[in-house]
């Protein structure tokens, strides 16, 4: 036969994302491509002495996960990191930092996260002496759980050169203690001025990539939007992307985005120069506020149990509107990060003048995260054709308690809908928000479909989704929002062969197997990149 396979996937539960249940199918493939999708049975008729036939047999065959949020080097800094996160006060983190750092006698910089002191039970401030008295003469950094400040120690703040004299920057602050000196706590942008104090040479970030591509290989993930480096979010790692795939180092494909601050031209020139098959630039992401844990989330009405404030905005509404009017005339995609319900309907409101001044066009302007909005706010997803960017295991990153306190009992009713906005009509896209989380997806498919924490606290009732539904967020979505879903994120003829093999069949286990399930097969562009050794 003409254009005859060169390798057959084949199994008894192919789940191909264009149906609600797998079924028995063999899958064709030629090149980097998929040329036809037939019934197992007929697998015989297309084999030749040249075709590599996989038989999963039980197992589950379905399209690559496609992580539409993540922050590809600065996951890949923290693999080798302390976890604070089941730390209890600031001594018990401080404690693990010196286990951590003894343990690593040659690290010149020990880093960690995951701390929050919102849930510790002993109430201690976030201070440096507690790092001091434990690490006293290599600098320290750890990222709080939801990456929007850090806790250094006086080594760290001696590198930055940030004395009681260091100005803040624009919603950012150097937090001050009581005897006027940095307490090694910083908030929003102030962390920039840690992180700019940590350069990465060109052999680092290669190495941290080559980290990253074999841990996205083993989890399944055959595609990603970075979201770059937080605060800098600078651009300069896609020539990186982009040489690994010259020398044909990339197995995952790698969508990126530049910072909307005004400058389209530079954009422009991102356009132009990636858009290959592996490497592309995929338009704008910025702030619009912060986080609930850290009372800098845009809130309509005032925090619960700090009612003096109501959050804010990284930049004025002004130049929110205008960046995005701008930047939506050139026909490029913006994506605004949004946790509190006035910055959701803030960046509604812009996408909606944008779509009164330049005209309506099928732009899939994203919103992330979206954990607070309004009701009145939920229809507009749809009407303007803005995607839900959701990240389903930010559910397990703090008690359902801590966020009640800060929110209040009425407005946790609409704490991260996702049914609700599916059932409008609004795409749903999933990612994991990765080094927040870690970039494995079962656990936030599991969120997704269960809607419960580790502790077995369900998140409002009524917004949990089907199996199906949550895979297809993981994979079309992603495609759709990627303006790739005439290839990708579905096993169909035409589609790039970006496939993966879970050790056993999510539709036939209890819920609580998923995200127990491992990958065992990986193949991106028609290259197998990973292969478990699980029979």
Same mark, same amino acid.
């Given at each position: 036969?003409?254009?005859?396979?060169?390798?057959?996937?084949?199994? *008894?539960?192919?789940?191909?994302?264009?149906? @609600?249940?797998?079924?028995?199918?063999?899958?064709?493939?030629?090149?980097?491509?998929?040329?036809?999708?037939?019934?197992?049975?007929?697998?015989?008729?297309?084999?030749?002495?040249?075709?590599?036939?996989?038989?999963?047999?039980?197992?589950?065959?379905?399209?690559?996960?496609?992580?539409?949020?993540?922050?590809?080097?600065?996951?890949?800094?923290?693999?080798?990191?302390?976890?604070?996160?089941?730390?209890?006060?600031?001594?018990?983190?401080?404690?693990?930092?010196?286990?951590?750092?003894?343990? *690593?006698?040659?690290?010149?910089?020990?880093?960690?996260?995951?701390?929050?002191?919102?849930?510790?039970?002993?109430?201690?401030?976030?201070?440096?002496?507690?790092?001091?008295?434990?690490?006293?003469?290599?600098?320290?950094?750890?990222?709080?759980?939801?990456?929007?400040?850090?806790?250094?120690?006086?080594?760290?703040?001696?590198?930055?050169?940030?004395?009681?004299? @260091?100005?803040?920057?624009?919603?950012?602050?150097?937090?001050?203690?009581?005897?006027?000196?940095?307490?090694?706590?910083?908030?929003?942008?102030?962390?920039?001025?840690?992180?700019?104090?940590?350069?990465?040479?060109?052999?680092?970030?290669?190495?941290?990539?080559?980290?990253?591509? =074999?841990?996205?290989?083993?989890?399944?993930?055959?595609?990603?939007?970075?979201?770059?480096?937080?605060?800098?979010?600078?651009?300069?790692?896609?020539?990186?992307?982009?040489?690994?795939?010259?020398?044909?180092?990339?197995?995952?494909?790698?969508?990126?985005?530049?910072?909307?601050?005004?400058?389209?031209?530079?954009?422009?020139?991102?356009?132009?120069?990636?858009?290959?098959?592996?490497?592309?630039?995929?338009?704008?992401?910025?702030?619009?506020?912060?986080?609930?844990?850290?009372?800098?989330?845009?809130?309509?009405?005032?925090?619960?149990?700090?009612?003096?404030?109501?959050?804010?905005?990284?930049?004025?509404?002004?130049?929110?509107?205008?960046?995005?009017?701008?930047?939506?005339?050139? *026909?490029?995609?913006?994506?605004?990060?949004?946790?509190?319900?006035?910055?959701?309907?803030?960046?509604?409101?812009?996408?909606?003048?944008?779509?009164?001044? =330049?005209?309506?066009?099928?732009?899939?302007?994203?919103?992330?995260?979206?954990?607070?909005?309004?009701?009145?706010?939920?229809?507009?997803? @749809?009407?303007?054709?803005?995607?839900?960017?959701?990240?389903?295991?930010?559910?397990?990153?703090?008690?359902?308690?801590?966020?009640?306190?800060?929110?209040?009992?009425?407005?946790?009713?609409?704490?991260?809908?996702?049914?609700?906005?599916?059932?409008?009509?609004?795409?749903?896209?999933?990612?994991?928000?990765?080094?927040?989380?870690?970039?494995?997806?079962?656990?936030?498919?599991?969120?997704?479909?269960?809607?419960?924490?580790?502790?077995?606290?369900?998140?409002?009732?009524?917004?949990?989704?089907?199996?199906?539904?949550?895979?297809?967020?993981?994979?079309?979505?992603?495609?759709?929002?990627?303006?790739?879903?005439?290839?990708?994120? @579905?096993?169909?003829?035409?589609?790039?062969?970006?496939?993966?093999?879970?050790?056993?069949?999510?539709?036939?286990?209890?819920?609580?197997?998923?995200?127990?399930?491992?990958?065992?097969?990986?193949?991106?562009?028609?290259?197998?990149?990973?292969?478990?050794?699980?029979?």
């Amino acid at each position: 036969m003409t254009n005859s396979p060169n390798i057959i996937l084949t199994g *008894n539960n192919v789940f191909t994302g264009t149906t @609600t249940y797998p079924k028995c199918a063999a899958i064709l493939i030629n090149d980097n491509k998929i040329i036809d999708v037939v019934d197992k049975e007929l697998v015989n008729d297309y084999l030749t002495p040249e075709t590599t036939l996989y038989d999963f047999g039980d197992k589950l065959i379905m399209p690559g996960f496609h992580d539409f949020h993540i922050h590809l080097l600065l996951g890949s800094m923290l693999e080798n990191s302390v976890d604070l996160t089941e730390a209890k006060s600031a001594s018990e983190a401080a404690k693990m930092v010196e286990e951590f750092a003894m343990k *690593n006698p040659d690290l010149p910089l020990i880093i960690g996260s995951g701390w929050d002191d919102n849930s510790w039970t002993t109430k201690e401030s976030v201070h440096k002496k507690h790092l001091d008295e434990v690490v006293p003469n290599r600098p320290v950094i750890l990222y709080q759980a939801e990456f929007h400040s850090v806790w250094v120690n006086s080594s760290m703040l001696h590198v930055a050169g940030i004395t009681s004299e @260091t100005e803040n920057p624009e919603f950012g602050e150097v937090v001050i203690d009581e005897n006027g000196e940095p307490s090694g706590l910083l908030l929003e942008h102030a962390v920039g001025l840690i992180t700019k104090a940590m350069p990465m040479d060109l052999h680092q970030k290669e190495n941290l990539l080559e980290q990253f591509l =074999n841990k996205a290989a083993r989890f399944g993930v055959t595609s990603v939007h970075d979201l770059l480096r937080l605060p800098e979010m600078s651009t300069e790692e896609a020539a990186i992307y982009r040489d690994f795939e010259k020398r044909n180092k990339l197995t995952t494909r790698v969508h990126f985005v530049a910072p909307l601050n005004g400058d389209v031209e530079e954009a422009k020139h991102l356009r132009d120069n990636y858009q290959s098959n592996m490497v592309q630039f995929s338009g704008f992401k910025q702030f619009i506020d912060g986080v609930i844990t850290s009372y800098t989330a845009y809130l309509l009405q005032p925090y619960s149990n700090k009612p003096e404030t109501s959050g804010g905005t990284v930049y004025s509404e002004e130049d929110i509107k205008k960046w995005t009017i701008e930047a939506d005339k050139e *026909n490029f995609r913006v994506r605004f990060h949004c946790v509190g319900d006035k910055a959701v309907k803030l960046a509604l409101d812009s996408f909606e003048e944008a779509q009164k001044q =330049n005209g309506v066009r099928d732009s899939r302007h994203a919103i992330e995260h979206i954990e607070m909005i309004r009701e009145e706010d939920i229809a507009r997803f @749809t009407e303007l054709g803005v995607l839900a960017s959701i990240q389903p295991e930010h559910i397990n990153g703090s008690s359902y308690e801590v966020f009640e306190e800060l929110i209040g009992e009425d407005r946790m009713k609409l704490y991260m809908l996702q049914k609700t906005l599916q059932d409008v009509g609004a795409q749903l896209v999933y990612g994991s928000d990765y080094p927040v989380v870690d970039l494995n997806p079962l656990p936030g498919i599991y969120r997704a479909v269960t809607r419960l924490d580790d502790n077995k606290v369900e998140w409002n009732n009524g917004e949990n989704i089907s199996l199906s539904e949550a895979l297809k967020a993981y994979t079309y979505g992603p495609a759709y929002g990627s303006f790739r879903e005439h290839e990708l994120g @579905t096993l169909e003829v035409g589609k790039l062969a970006d496939i993966i093999v879970l050790d056993r069949d999510l539709f036939s286990v209890p819920s609580e197997e998923i995200k127990d399930a491992n990958v065992v097969f990986t193949m991106v562009d028609g290259k197998v990149v990973y292969h478990s050794n699980i029979k």
